[in-house]
């Protein structure tokens, strides 16, 4: 895991309202915006419509796309019908995006939606003497309480309980809806929880240093690779 650039103290000296805080949640919505399952939900009309051998796709194209590329499981019939006919709708309607298209709307709505709500976040920086902290190929992640999963499908920016970004191996930058924004210090038991969640919500890998070997074997990495 690479060193931080700035000093930590930076991430917050940096108040609200501050050019630093503006540039550093932009960059945060980006990490965001950029992870494949967002890629390829807005991309996912125009992959599908390059993957038919012919247009508009039939539905058993349909249904061998979403079972060999998109979702590598056998779909449900509903769920063929239901992306056949949209795709085909946009088609028809001159509606469908190109590839360009698809990620210039993607990363537009993490800057303009997206960074607003992290900037106006509680930042606090988590510090581990011991420096185990643990980070992956996503690096920022949203995190929500027991209850939120149960209340929700998914939580979005605005309600997850945590944002986090690991900074470097002894430090963490986590952004909550309301919180002191100050340095803390804490637990063996925080930190474990932490890069079991690095370790659940990654798509490939996670990476933490050399002598972190022991605790890795013991990390669970998420069921389902990656779709892109």
């Known amino acids: 895991m690479m060193r931080a650039g700035p000093n ?18 932009n960059f945060l919505a980006i990490q965001l915006a950029r992870t494949p399952d967002h890629i390829i939900q807005i991309m996912f009309p125009v992959l599908a ?3 038919a051998p012919s247009l ?3 539905k058993a194209v349909m249904r061998q796309y979403l079972a060999e590329a998109h979702l590598r499981a056998t779909p449900r019939e ?9 795709v085909n709708g946009l088609m028809a309607a001159g509606e ?4 360009g298209d698809a990620l210039e709307i993607l990363f537009e709505v993490a800057l303009e939606k997206v960074a607003p709500l992290l900037h106006d976040k509680a ?46 191996p002894g430090h963490i930058l986590v952004l909550r809806p309301r919180y002191p924004e100050h ?9 474990q929880t932490i890069n079991r969640d690095v370790a659940t919500h990654s798509y490939r890998f996670v990476i933490s240093h050399s002598d972190q070997e ?8 998420r069921d389902r690779p990656a779709a892109l």
Do not use: C
């Open 183 to 191: 340095r803390v210090v804490v637990s063996d038991a925080r930190v």
């Open 49 to 51: 419509a390059d993957y």
């Open 78 to 86: 509903n769920e063929v019908k239901a992306a056949t006919d949209w």
């Open 123 to 168: 930042w606090s920086v988590e510090i581990d003497p011991k420096e185990r902290f643990m980070t992956s190929d996503l690096p920022v992640s949203k995190y929500w309480s027991s209850s939120k999963r149960k209340s929700y499908q998914g939580v979005g920016v605005q309600d997850a309980t945590e944002i986090r970004f690991p900074l470097d």
């Open 214 to 221: 022991s605790a890795l074997v013991e990390l669970s990495l």
């Open 8 to 25: 930590r103290d930076y991430y917050l000296k940096n108040r609200k309202g501050s050019k630093e805080r503006h540039d550093l949640s």
């Open 96 to 99: 469908l995006l190109t590839k």
């Open 56 to 58: 508009p796709i039939s």
